[in-house]
Nanobody, 127 residues
Framework: QVQLVESGGGLVQAGDSLRLSCAAT????????MGWFRQVPGKEREFVAA????????FYADSVKGRFTISRDNAKNTVVLQMNSLKPEDTAVYYC????????????????????WGQGTQVTVSS
């Protein structure tokens, strides 16, 4: 089983940028489709972005399209979420996820299709 650790969260102002990183250990990252999800208290964990195993295809939630970019470096076993033009509504705990069975576009956006999660990193955007 792969283990995931997120880093890079923090407190920023609206319009600022943050770069979240997800470091994977235990298994080869290229075996997994990777995703980022976020959650606020009292709400369901929601899809943010995902990337296929070789990095050739990416998927984004409409709310972050054009502002966030997901990328991966399989040689370094890392996945990055670059977040630009942050808004207060982006405030959440952000989770990195690895899916050994995600293949279709519809699967990448479903949290239940991922089988490994990091502990999360808090992102707070003030207005």
């Amino acid at each position: 089983q792969v283990q995931l650790v997120e880093s890079g969260g923090g407190l920023v102002q609206a319009g600022d940028s943050l770069r979240l990183s997800c470091a994977a250990t235990g298994r080869t990252l290229s075996d997994y489709g990777m995703g980022w999800f976020r959650q606020v208290p009292g709400k369901e964990r929601e899809f943010v972005a995902a990337i296929t195993r070789a990095g050739g295809k990416t998927f984004y939630a409409d709310s972050v399209k054009g502002r966030f970019t997901i990328s991966r470096d399989n040689a370094k076993n890392t996945v990055v979420l670059q977040m630009n033009s942050l808004k207060p509504e982006d405030t959440a705990v952000y989770y990195c996820a690895a899916g050994s069975s995600v293949y279709s576009a519809s699967s990448y956006v479903r949290k239940n299709d991922y089988d490994a999660w990091g502990q999360g990193t808090q992102v707070t955007v003030s207005s």
